[in-house]
């Protein structure tokens, strides 16, 4: 278990609707990552904030969004849905930049 | 444009075989560099490398870092089925510009 909690852990959806996942860092860790991987693809970076801020935005859609909040959680919210979102979305933590990430298990999205 | 390249793309080799995987980059600000195992779900850590030259090890993992060439390499001796894994390195880059981008990994399997 690495501390870093991501929910939902499946989501099914349609075309055209809105999801959100939410990711709780691990205790003291003030950075949050965002992870798209899809079928057999990499890990494609979309979005770093670290202590609320966002930090750094990878090629991330215009339909997603993301931020994280006071209690350091982070929500990254998906709009617009379409067929090609269908992915894993992880998200990871880490004390700052200096030190290893910790991922979560991942929320599996699928659109249909 | 940060640059990650990670090779072989894929390694198929036998139970107690030794292998090596590389990990070149090409980033600005260069802090370290951490390598990631993926089994089914999410990355877990097994090496940050920070300077040039110092080997790291864990049980028959080890890893290297050249920060002049910009290469990694991990090596893994007497592999088992459970070293059957997906394998990313990613670079870390100094704090202000957070784009953590991990390599397309090396599909290693084991063949028993």
């Known amino acids: 278990d690495s501390g870093v909690t991501q929910t939902p852990k499946h989501l099914i959806t349609a075309t055209g609707q809105r999801v959100t996942l939410r990711c709780s860092p691990r205790?003291?860790?003030?950075?949050v990552y965002w992870y798209q991987q899809s079928l057999d693809q990499g890990l494609q970076f979309l979005i770093h904030?670290?202590?609320?801020?966002?930090?750094a935005k990878g090629n991330i859609l215009e339909r997603f969004s993301a931020q994280q909040f006071p209690d350091l959680h982070s929500e990254l919210n998906l709009s617009s849905l379409e067929l090609g979102d269908s992915a894993l979305y992880f998200c990871?933590?880490?004390?700052?930049?200096?030190?290893?990430?910790?991922f979560g298990e991942g929320s599996r999205l699928t659109v249909l | 444009e940060d640059k990650v390249v990670q090779s072989p793309l894929s390694l198929v080799v036998h139970e107690g075989d030794t292998v090596t995987l590389n990990c070149s980059y090409e980033?600005?600000?260069?802090?370290?560099l951490l390598w990631y195992k993926q089994e089914k779900k999410a990355p877990t850590f097994l090496f940050m490398l920070?300077?040039?030259?110092i080997e790291k090890k864990s049980g028959r993992l080890s890893s290297i870092l050249d920060k002049k060439e910009l290469f990694s390499i991990l090596n893994i001796t007497a592999t088992q089925t459970g070293d059957s894994a997906v394998y990313l390195c990613?670079?870390?880059?100094?704090?202000?510009?957070?784009?953590?981008?991990f390599g397309t990994g090396t599909r290693l399997t084991i063949i028993p």
């Open positions: 904030y670290y202590n609320g801020e966002e930090r």
């Open positions: 990613a670079p870390r880059k100094d704090f202000g510009n957070e784009k953590l981008t």
């Open positions: 205790s003291g860790d003030l950075s």
């Open positions: 980033v600005t600000n260069f802090r370290s």
């Open positions: 990871a933590s880490s004390v700052g930049n200096a030190g290893e990430l910790f």
């Open positions: 920070t300077s040039s030259g």
